[in-house]
Structures are given as structure tokens and as C-alpha cells.
């Protein structure tokens, strides 16, 4: 079965270090999820490509946070510094979004998700 | 905002019983899709059925079957003949806005009994 591959599967790092993440959607899919989820929040959408541009990143705070997509088989989530806050499962999700007007009928296909503390 | 609430933070059930997990959703749009994902302590989020809302018959997936109430917004998950693999997460989700962006609940923690 295809799946989505996410790296690292757990990161211990310092406050105030550089974290990044890495997802291999599925092959064929377009759109790129990328969620996180704590016991306070639950699961939420930080940002979400389509075709490798971020169609929202409304979830996500800007000044320590950028999500990037160098190609069709890279999705990247980075964080710099890093605070203790961000300590958290971080979920990757692709899909085969339609675009246009309207949605995919596609169900998101998560990885395994990094999960992620900062001392 | 579009909310997904899932009323029940744990449930149990004893193995070959039947259970229903509550969900309720709000939104303003009159087409989308409603989905239960599983998350077992592996941490891993896997889909166990999915309802588009313009389709009045309910979903079912083998031993899975939904409960869509469209005018009530509610949209309950039902497991029958529970298995011992069934204990997980269980998340209700909506997609939100008319997108592909996904509202999730806070989930309710299902255990299966022997």
C-alpha cells in the first residue's frame, strides 16, 4: 500500500534550535497537509499545498514557522527558534485534490507523524 | 468558524458488542464531506469511513456504519461486533469552508473490553 512518509518519527531537541520536517507524500497526490496535534488543541491545520504552492497557512505562526514544498516528492516544516510550546505530534497528509471550484471527495492520507519535544 | 464536537471524551464496550460514537458538526455549506478517522496508540491516523452529505444513504464499511443526520448535523459512528484492535482514537472530522481543510473533534478514546 502506498503511504506517506514522514522523517524524523521522533526529534528531542534544545529551545531555541532549528527543527525541521520532512514528508514524502503519496505518489500522484497533489495536495500536502501539514497538522499538529496536542492533548490541549487536538489536531489542527497549520498550512496546505496544492500542486506545491500553499493555498493556507492561516494556522500557522508566521514568525517561527514556513512550510515549503522544493518538489512534488518533498514537503518540509520547519521551525527556528524553537520554543517548548511547539512540543507536539506534527502530522503529514496528502491527498488528490480537484482544485478549482469546489473539494476533492479524496480522503487525507496521514503519516505516521514526528513527534516532536523541545527541552 | 466551521466546529466539530464529539461529546463523548471515552467510551467502552465489551468485545462483540455494538457501541455509537457522537459527533455533531456546524457549518453553512450545503455540500461536504464528513469522515471518522482512527488514531491506535501507534499513533497512526487511518480512515474508517467517509459520508458525502449530498447522499442520503448512510456509509458502511464492513463492521462500520454511520448514522448521517443532515438536518440535525450530526453524524454518529457505529461499530458493531467490536474487536479488541477497535480501541483507539476515534476523530470526527468535516472539511471546512466548501475546501479540502479538514475540522477535526476532539475525539473520544474508545476501550474494548474482553
Known amino acids: 500500500d502506498a503511504r506517506v512518509t514522514q522523517t524524523p518519527r521522533h526529534k528531542v531537541t534544545e529551545m531555541g534550535q532549528e527543527v525541521t520536517m520532512r514528508c514524502q507524500p503519496i505518489?500522484?497526490?497533489?495536495?500536502v497537509f501539514w497538522y499538529r496535534q496536542t492533548m490541549m488543541q487536538g489536531l489542527e491545520l497549520l498550512a496546505y499545498?496544492?500542486?506545491?504552492?500553499?493555498?493556507?497557512d492561516s494556522g500557522m505562526p508566521k514568525d517561527r514557522f514556513s512550510a515549503e514544498m522544493p518538489d512534488a516528492t518533498l514537503a518540509t516544516l520547519k521551525i527556528q527558534p524553537s520554543e517548548p510550546r511547539d512540543s507536539a505530534v506534527y502530522f503529514c497528509?496528502?491527498?488528490?485534490?480537484?482544485?478549482?471550484?469546489?473539494?476533492?471527495?479524496?480522503?487525507?492520507?496521514f503519516g505516521d507523524g514526528t513527534r516532536l519535544s523541545i527541552l | 468558524a466551521q466546529t466539530v464536537t464529539q461529546s463523548q471524551p471515552e467510551m467502552s464496550v465489551q468485545e462483540a458488542e455494538t457501541v455509537t460514537l457522537s459527533c455533531t458538526y456546524d457549518?453553512?455549506?450545503?455540500?461536504?464531506?464528513l469522515f471518522w478517522y482512527k488514531q491506535p496508540p501507534s499513533r497512526q491516523m487511518i480512515l474508517v469511513i467517509r459520508?458525502?452529505?449530498?447522499?442520503?444513504q448512510n456509509a458502511t464499511e464492513n463492521r462500520f456504519s454511520v448514522n448521517f443526520q443532515k438536518a440535525a448535523k450530526s453524524f454518529s459512528l457505529k461499530i458493531s461486533d467490536s474487536q479488541l484492535g477497535d480501541a483507539a482514537m476515534y476523530f470526527c472530522?468535516?472539511?471546512?469552508?466548501?475546501?479540502?481543510?479538514?475540522?477535526f473533534g476532539k475525539g473520544t478514546k474508545l476501550t474494548v473490553n474482553p
Open positions: 497528509a496528502s491527498g488528490s485534490g480537484q482544485g478549482g471550484f469546489g473539494y476533492s471527495n479524496q480522503p487525507q492520507h
Open positions: 459520508q458525502e452529505a449530498y447522499k442520503q
Open positions: 499545498f496544492r500542486n506545491r504552492a500553499p493555498l493556507d
Open positions: 457549518t453553512s455549506e450545503s455540500d461536504y464531506y
Open positions: 472530522a468535516s472539511n471546512q469552508g466548501g475546501s479540502e481543510k479538514l475540522v
Open positions: 505518489l500522484g497526490h497533489n495536495t
